[in-house]
T-cell receptor, first 112, second 114 residues
Framework: AQSVTQLGSHVSVSEGALVLLRCNYS??????LFWYVQYPNQGLQLLLK??????LVKGINGFEAEFKKSETSFHLTKPSAHMSDAAEYFC??????????FGTGTSLTVIP | DVKVTQSSRYLVKRTGEKVFLECVQD?????MFWYRQDPGLGLRLIYF???????EKGDIPEGYSVSREKKERFSLILESASTNQTSMYLC?????????????FGQGTRLTVV
């Protein structure tokens, strides 16, 4: 069975500081990996995705993530947090059976 | 742009009512999904469908059923709503790998059962 673990249900950073949101997955085969962002009372919006090829993936709003197969990790980073980054972030994996499994989410607070 | 549209943003229903949540996508996607989102639990898969009239149970199908009569439409049905089904419901669609690989989400329906 697939699983996705997000370490830290709440993360607070100061405006301008580095954002690091952690994600680990369990998969017996290389999966497709995703990060989504959700603003209050909205659906999920894709930030970035890893399918094949380059392991460092750049997304929207200055976010990037690195796929590390040896660590089964796909951590999300942004060099400098902005107030508008405050939201809920979800890591997800797509299985060969075309199902998506999501982590429990990390709520990011940006302190002015 | 892919668009996934859920018929309602907010719904309030009474215990025991039959509730229909509708979802329509406009990108000819094969796969459609219904998730339930609760604080601290993330997104949990209720049902998914990989073709018209095909459905598969997800992790929490109890108390729910689904219908997919047309490729673009996937309906979630609460046969007899209960207060523990108060939640945010998210519909999503995706194509088979080879085209876009991600899931596209609707804006969500916040259902309150009183």
């Amino acid at each position: 069975a697939q699983s996705v673990t997000q370490l830290g249900s709440h993360v607070s950073v100061s405006e301008g500081a580095l954002v690091l949101l952690r994600c680990n997955y369990s998969s017996s085969v290389p999966p497709y990996l995703f990060w989504y962002v959700q603003y209050p009372n909205q659906g999920l919006q894709l930030l970035l995705k890893y399918t094949t090829g380059a392991t460092l993936v750049k997304g929207i709003n200055g976010f990037e993530a690195e796929f590390k197969k040896s660590e089964t990790s796909f951590h999300l980073t942004k060099p400098s947090a902005h107030m508008s980054d405050a939201a809920e972030y979800f890591c997800a994996v797509r299985t060969p059976g075309n199902q998506f499994y999501f982590g429990t989410g990390t709520s990011l607070t940006v302190i002015p | 742009d892919v668009k996934v549209t859920q018929s309602s943003r907010y719904l309030v229903k009474r215990t025991g009512e039959k509730v229909f949540l509708e979802c329509v996508q406009d990108m000819d996607h094969e796969n459609m999904f219904w998730y339930r989102q609760d604080p601290g639990l993330g997104l949990r898969l209720i049902y998914f469908s990989y073709d018209v009239k095909m459905k598969e149970k997800g992790d929490i199908p109890e108390g729910y059923s689904v219908s997919r009569e047309k490729k673009e439409r996937f309906s979630l049905i609460l046969e007899s709503a209960s207060t523990n089904q108060t939640s945010m419901y998210l519909c999503a669609s995706s194509s088979h790998p080879g085209r876009n690989t991600e899931a596209f989400f609707g804006q969500g329906t916040r259902l309150t059962v009183v």
